[in-house]
């Protein structure tokens, strides 16, 4: 488990689907900040029964997924101060 790097794709992500793995939720025009990094550019949230994968729509070299066997949404927070934009808290 972890954060892995999608350097290849065509599209939409490909599904783990000989294992169960489906699509529950897409949610388009989605940055992602790792960490105190700059946010990328927006993307894809694909939200599957099996990994959390965020796809860039201009950079299609650029993505990430993370495997998890259970989410939370931590908090929502609207705090310019904590951090520049309004943004979800998860934890997997």
Not at 34 to 40: I, R
């Amino acid at each position: 488990m972890g954060l892995t790097a999608i350097t290849e794709r065509e599209g939409e992500p490909r599904l783990d689907t000989d294992n169960g793995e489906e699509t529950r939720h897409v949610q388009p025009q989605t940055a992602i900040a790792l960490g105190s990094q700059t946010p990328e550019q927006p993307g894809t949230l694909y939200i599957t029964t099996k990994r959390l994968i965020w796809l860039n729509d201009v950079d299609k070299q650029k993505g990430y997924a993370v495997d998890f066997l259970s989410i939370s949404l931590h908090a929502v927070s609207r705090d310019p101060e904590a951090y520049q934009l309004p943004c979800i808290y998860a934890q997997s």
